[in-house]
């Protein structure tokens, strides 16, 4: 075992390679150059942390300054944590700990009100104050049984985009979607470059992506579905899946306008999609909805609030009152405290107060339901938040209900 004094430090550009190879290393993977370099354009350098036993390093973590739209259709800045691992060598001594917290005290120094990840292990993050606050679900569909309910009325059309332009239209798509949905986040530049330069890792075995783009009656784009193909002929019968990645629309008619492209795809015996909404919509848009198998379903983006008034202040709730919250924060200390959110109309306020506090919770129970994805309701029958106030819970889950569940498309 090597010793020496564990230390921490943000890298240079001409150190990535080292830092890429520790990340990929903790996973146990052995990653191509050319996956290497696919991911370089979306690191901050300033904002990478590594740390480093004696001379080597050992673990590594970066944070992307993103954006997240939240109840209400507003953005409050993310700070997105991502190349998070620890050489296997390494594990157990606090390196992890220390990276997160240097981290997270840096975002809060930077004014984010909010972090995010997707986490490899869903028993690692709750100590540092994350929680689910999305999740998504794994749905499979047999076409030949995949009949319509209802005919579509849409006046426009569906055309596979050509390589050369999904660079600049596929951003621009996203970008109005991304402002539409709770939990969403923006995708910096670097992050399309990154994507879309579809590494090997990135495809499971499946082909390289392939994008249908949506067009309103007048020739504008307005939605498109990513998708990748897995062969398979039997006895001379093609038995091909599709393999959905992402599904982006400016209203319903053009979601629902994509899904049903893909559902009729000629040599295509399954549509799947391992990262599909919680709550999607298209098995109601099925003649026998139980064609539409669902897999599995589990958490998506992990959320962390580091300032409560600011978070809370932010979004939208439903209809009015005064809450008053009590949230303790274990890891960084400086979210926790005692708010009254006051609700009126469309506005809202949020600061520190003395006055008795009718809900106690762990910053992560409120980071889980900031969103409107759990009612503090289903919190407090797990243990996670008490009620101090008769009728507080039914208030809180008033408050922050929303239509629909957030949802977050960007893994990163």
């Not at 055309?159 to 709770?182: D, I, M, N, S």
């Not at 909404?277 to 198998?293: G, H, I, M, N, S």
Request: hydrophobic content about 40%.
């Amino acid at each position: 075992m090597e010793h020496g004094a564990l230390t921490t430090r943000a890298i240079a550009p001409e150190e990535y390679e080292d830092f890429a190879r520790v990340g990929y290393t903790a996973f146990l993977e052995h990653p191509s150059a050319e996956e290497m370099e696919a991911d370089r354009p979306f690191m901050e350098f300033n904002r990478t942390r590594a740390g480093f036993i004696g001379e080597r390093m050992a673990g590594t973590s970066a944070v992307l300054s993103l954006q997240m739209t939240i109840p209400g259709g507003t953005r409050l800045p993310l700070a997105g944590v991502t190349w998070i691992g620890v050489r296997p060598e390494f594990t157990r001594r606090g390196i992890l700990s220390r990276l997160m917290k240097e981290q997270l005290l840096d975002a809060v120094e930077h004014g984010e009100a909010l972090a995010g990840l997707w986490a490899s292990e869903s028993r690692i993050y709750g100590r540092f104050g994350f929680a689910p606050a999305t999740h998504i679900m794994g749905l499979r569909v047999e076409t030949r049984d995949a009949h319509p309910l209802q005919p579509l009325r849409d006046t426009g059309r569906v055309r596979l985009a050509e390589k050369a332009e999904v660079t600049e239209l596929l951003p621009r798509l996203y970008e109005r979607h991304g402002r539409q949905l709770p939990g969403e986040v923006s995708r910096p530049r670097g992050f399309w470059t990154a994507w879309l330069a579809d590494v090997e890792r990135h495809r499971g075995g499946a082909s390289r992506l392939f994008h249908a783009v949506h067009e309103d009656q007048a020739g504008e784009a307005d939605g498109y579905v990513s998708f990748r193909m897995v062969y398979e002929e039997t006895s001379g019968l093609a038995n091909n899946e599709v393999k959905l990645v992402e599904l982006v629309g400016a209203h319903a008619t053009v979601r629902r306008a994509l899904w049903r492209f893909c559902l009729g795809l000629d040599l295509v015996r399954v549509v799947s999609w391992d990262t599909a909404p919680a709550d999607f919509a298209y098995r109601w848009d099925l003649a026998d909805p139980r064609r539409l198998v669902v897999n599995d379903l589990h958490d998506g983006l992990w959320l962390r609030i580091l300032s409560i008034p600011a978070a809370l202040a932010g979004r939208r709730y439903q209809g009015g009152g005064e809450l008053v919250l009590e949230a303790s924060d274990h890891f960084l200390g400086s979210a926790g405290g005692r708010f009254l959110l006051a609700c009126h109309g469309s506005a809202a306020a949020c600061t520190r107060t003395r006055r008795r506090p009718m809900l106690h919770m762990d910053v992560a129970a409120l980071s889980a339901a900031y969103l409107g994805g759990v009612s503090f309701t289903t919190l407090a029958e797990a243990g996670w938040v008490e009620e101090r106030v008769p009728g507080a819970l039914d208030l809180a889950d008033t408050l922050f209900s929303t239509p629909r569940p957030p949802y977050c498309t960007t893994l990163f």
